[in-house]
């Protein structure tokens, strides 16, 4: 079981971080979006909320493996995971769904959940690349 440390889950929680989702389909050919809605659900997972299902959700679904970056000014994390499910209701869909409209002003489809496998600082400097669990 890989746990976030605490700086890690609060880029993670910070609504002004970029965020990115990194996707491959079966074929290995690669896919980067902005992602802002995620947040963290505990140590070991990651929820977004998902508003425009496209070729991140084909390739989560084909091949389960992602890489997510969130970073501010010249602090950044980097996570690489697996795609679990896309919740379309219950307690997290509800806060994603609330997010999304509040911060976004649209409506989110579903809520992606990503369970963390690595974690590694991609902040310039000493730490580049370092891994932190
Ligand atoms: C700053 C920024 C934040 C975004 N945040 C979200 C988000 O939280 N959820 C979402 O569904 N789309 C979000 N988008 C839109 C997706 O990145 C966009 O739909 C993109 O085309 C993904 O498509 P793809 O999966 O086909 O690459 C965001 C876009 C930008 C520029």
Same mark, same amino acid.
């Given at each position: 079981?890989?746990?976030?440390?605490? !700086?890690?889950?609060?880029? +993670?929680?910070?609504?002004?971080?970029? =965020? *990115?989702?990194?996707?491959?389909? @079966?074929?290995? %050919?690669?896919?980067?979006?902005?992602?802002?809605?995620?947040?963290?659900?505990? !140590?070991?997972?990651?929820? +977004?909320?998902?508003?425009?299902?496209? =070729? *991140?959700?084909?390739?989560?679904? @084909?091949?389960? %493996?992602?890489?997510?970056?969130?970073?501010?000014?010249?602090?950044?994390?980097?996570?690489?995971?697996?795609?679990?499910?896309?919740?379309?209701?219950?307690?997290?869909?509800?806060?994603?769904?609330?997010?999304? %409209?509040?911060?976004?002003?649209?409506?989110?489809?579903?809520?992606?959940?990503?369970?963390?496998?690595?974690?590694?600082?991609?902040?310039?400097?000493?730490?580049?690349?370092?891994?932190?669990?």
């Amino acid at each position: 079981m890989v746990k976030m440390p605490e !700086e890690v889950m609060d880029m +993670f929680n910070e609504w002004d971080a970029s =965020k *990115t989702i990194a996707t491959a389909d @079966a074929e290995g %050919k690669l896919n980067v979006a902005p992602i802002k809605t995620f947040s963290v659900v505990d !140590e070991e997972t990651l929820a +977004f909320g998902y508003v425009f299902p496209g =070729k *991140t959700k084909d390739n989560m679904e @084909a091949t389960k %493996k992602v890489a997510v970056t969130a970073f501010k000014g010249s602090t950044g994390y980097q996570i690489k995971g697996s795609f679990q499910e896309f919740l379309i209701s219950g307690p997290i869909f509800d806060q994603k769904k609330e997010q999304v %409209k509040e911060k976004l002003k649209l409506d989110a489809k579903s809520a992606g959940i990503i369970k963390v496998e690595e974690v590694y600082s991609v902040s310039p400097g000493p730490d580049a690349g370092k891994k932190l669990a």
